[in-house]
């Protein structure tokens, strides 16, 4: 199943329409366009060795905690994120999808212009070898009483104090203070 020219075409005007926050987001940026010209799958899971993926970032009403999700396979924090899906209509929507889904949380304030683009290597995903996600990352604030639950792809779902964080990627501590700047 693919996930269409529609969406194709909205993943494609996103990301030309975004403004970078820096020279490094820039230059991925650019090579996420290049890739969606070139590739009509470009966000189809089956678009071999590179395709897009969505997730959001989750901060807390207050903005002093992040809640994360303990990837069952890779086995290290991250924020929420997938494939983008053939029922998604937009890149945003495959983001708020993801959210929802890994997180439990059905009502949150959800930003629908990307924060933060990240590219890396997954090896567990495809039987045909190593891709590369061009992960698109937007932002969200759960309400206060936001009750999370762990979801089937998740070895756990917690709320993270900004200085408690557990042992994550420099990227995901670029994207939750982006987040922040952009919320808080």
Known sequence: ????????????????????????????????????????????????????????????????????????????????????????RTLADAARREAAEESGLDDFVFDPVPVHLDLHTVTFCDPRGPVRHLDVRYSAVAPHDAAHEVSEESLDVRWWPLDGLPTLEEEMHTLIGLARARHF
Not at 46 to 60: E, I, Q, R
Not at 72 to 80: D, I, M, N, S
């Open 1 to 88: 199943m693919t996930t269409g020219p529609r969406l194709h075409d909205d993943a494609l005007a996103a990301l030309r329409a975004w403004a970078a926050p820096s020279p490094a987001q820039e230059g991925l940026r650019a090579r996420y366009v290049a890739h969606l010209e070139e590739h009509p799958d470009g966000t189809d899971r089956a678009c071999f060795p590179d395709h897009l993926t969505a997730g959001t970032v989750m901060l807390s009403a207050d903005g002093r905690e992040v809640l994360l999700n303990l990837h069952g396979k890779a086995r290290r924090w991250f924020a929420f994120g997938g494939h983008i899906e053939p029922g998604d």
